[in-house]
């Protein structure tokens, strides 16, 4: 049993290129005539974690449970309700959108779905040219060069540079929106769901990719993912997200060696193994995941848990550190 209340990072901070400080994300449903906020739905709910430069995060979960909205929020695409994003020591939370200029060529996403997030009248020359100009990463005699060095080092030939979205492959957009996101030396990449719109072939070479590119570059990942294969491999640090919440977080290693949440332990069991005759001791949650619109009381996990208690029906679970920074929150630890 920990006592002491969870910090879910290492106690030393040198290094941390972005600390989270209970962040929370909700987004009104009703309202008064007046304005009043009578009824709203909580996408992320008191999330903490830190991050050091060249990791990489794994974040997982069911759909729904917040993953998206606490990668945008996190770079302020979604304007956060709650709490601290500190990022390479600024506070840039209050931050408005003049400020937040300078920052974005610091932070980059990298969007699920390749089909949708490229503008279809633009050549990828265009479209990985612009942000460079806007942002003067290099002067303007240069920029040409500098996107076709880019464009090799995502996998991309020369020529491409004239064509159009609408010529190309799923795996050949992402590697366009890769290169776009890394278009403008970011330090701080969101990965959502990147490969999640992909044939498995080329998901291989996608996460394959970005893992040069991380070695190459320095970058550091919040790698947003379903597949829980992929989170193992890409991943050196994995938080669990149940309706909102964090409800596990720890290293790749303590993770998947010992999962101390339920919700963990199911979500682990449904991973399929490569023999056939090997029997999986397969969990089954009943039902379906409360609404973030009305959570249940007490610990949001009980509505489905098999293990859930009187206690658990009641009072919200402490996240406490047990040990080496693995920290979960459930009673029945305790």
Same mark, same amino acid.
Request: charged residues 25%; aromatic residues 8%.
């Given at each position: 049993?920990?006592?002491?209340?969870?910090?879910?990072?290492?106690?030393?901070?040198?290094?941390?290129?972005?600390?989270?400080? &209970?962040?929370?994300? =909700?987004?009104?449903?009703?309202?008064? $005539?007046?304005?009043?906020?009578?009824?709203?739905?909580?996408? #992320?709910?008191?999330? =903490?974690?830190?991050?050091?430069?060249?990791?990489?995060?794994? $974040?997982?979960?069911?759909?729904?449970?917040?993953?998206?909205?606490?990668?945008?929020?996190?770079?302020?695409?979604?304007?956060?309700?709650?709490?601290?994003? $500190?990022?390479?020591?600024?506070?840039?939370?209050?931050?408005?959108?003049?400020?937040?200029?300078?920052?974005?060529?610091?932070?980059?996403?990298?969007?699920?779905?390749?089909?949708?997030?490229?503008?279809?009248?633009?050549?990828?020359?265009?479209?990985?040219?612009?942000?460079?100009?806007?942002?003067?990463?290099? @002067?303007?005699?240069? +920029?040409? &060069? *500098?996107?076709?060095?880019?464009?090799?080092?995502?996998?991309?030939?020369?020529?491409? *540079?004239?064509?159009?979205?609408?010529?190309?492959?799923?795996?050949?957009?992402?590697?366009?929106?890769?290169?776009?996101?890394?278009?403008? &030396?970011?330090?701080? #990449?969101?990965?959502?769901?990147?490969? =999640?719109?992909?044939?498995?072939?080329?998901?291989?070479?996608?996460?394959?990719?970005?893992?040069?590119?991380?070695?190459?570059?320095?970058?550091? *990942?919040?790698?947003?993912?379903?597949?829980?294969?992929?989170?193992?491999?890409?991943?050196?640090?994995?938080?669990?997200?149940?309706?909102?919440?964090?409800?596990?977080?720890?290293?790749?290693?303590?993770?998947?060696?010992? @999962?101390?949440?339920?919700?963990?332990?199911?979500?682990?069991?449904? +991973?399929?193994?490569?023999?056939?005759? #090997?029997?999986?001791?397969?969990?089954?949650?009943?039902?379906?995941? @409360?609404?973030?619109?009305?959570?249940?009381?007490?610990?949001?996990?009980?509505?489905?848990? @098999?293990?859930?208690?009187?206690?658990?029906?009641?009072?919200?679970?402490?996240?406490?550190?047990?040990?080496?920074?693995?920290?979960?929150?459930?009673?029945?630890?305790?």
């Amino acid at each position: 049993m920990a006592d002491e209340k969870c910090v879910p990072f290492d106690a030393n901070n040198d290094n941390v290129i972005l600390e989270v400080k &209970n962040l929370c994300k =909700s987004f009104p449903l009703k309202k008064t $005539i007046t304005g009043k906020v009578t009824q709203e739905l909580i996408a #992320v709910d008191n999330v =903490s974690f830190k991050l050091k430069a060249g990791e990489t995060l794994g $974040i997982v979960g069911e759909s729904g449970c917040g993953k998206t909205t606490l990668g945008r929020a996190i770079l302020k695409l979604h304007e956060p309700t709650g709490g601290n994003i $500190i990022f390479e020591g600024k506070d840039i939370t209050k931050y408005k959108k003049k400020q937040m200029r300078e920052i974005r060529k610091k932070m980059q996403i990298i969007f699920q779905d390749p089909y949708s997030s490229l503008p279809p009248r633009s050549t990828v020359g265009g479209i990985l040219s612009e942000p460079v100009e806007v942002h003067k990463i290099v @002067p303007k005699a240069e +920029i040409k &060069n *500098y996107v076709l060095d880019l464009m090799d080092k995502c996998g991309l030939r020369d020529y491409y *540079y004239e064509r159009y979205p609408h010529e190309f492959s799923g795996g050949q957009r992402q590697r366009i929106c890769i290169a776009r996101a890394l278009s403008v &030396n970011p330090g701080l #990449v969101v990965c959502d769901e990147p490969v =999640s719109a992909l044939d498995v072939s080329i998901q291989a070479q996608i996460i394959n990719l970005l893992k040069k590119l991380q070695e190459d570059l320095g970058l550091t *990942y919040i790698f947003i993912s379903h597949d829980l294969s992929v989170v193992k491999y890409i991943s050196d640090k994995i938080g669990v997200m149940y309706l909102g919440s964090m409800v596990e977080y720890g290293t790749k290693e303590d993770i998947f060696s010992k @999962p101390l949440h339920p919700y963990t332990q199911a979500l682990f069991s449904a +991973i399929p193994h490569p023999d056939p005759d #090997v029997k999986m001791n397969r969990i089954i949650l009943k039902g379906d995941i @409360p609404s973030p619109a009305n959570p249940p009381k007490g610990c949001r996990f009980h509505t489905r848990c @098999p293990h859930a208690t009187d206690i658990c029906k009641e009072k919200v679970p402490e996240y406490k550190d047990y040990g080496n920074g693995h920290c979960a929150a459930c009673h029945l630890l305790d």
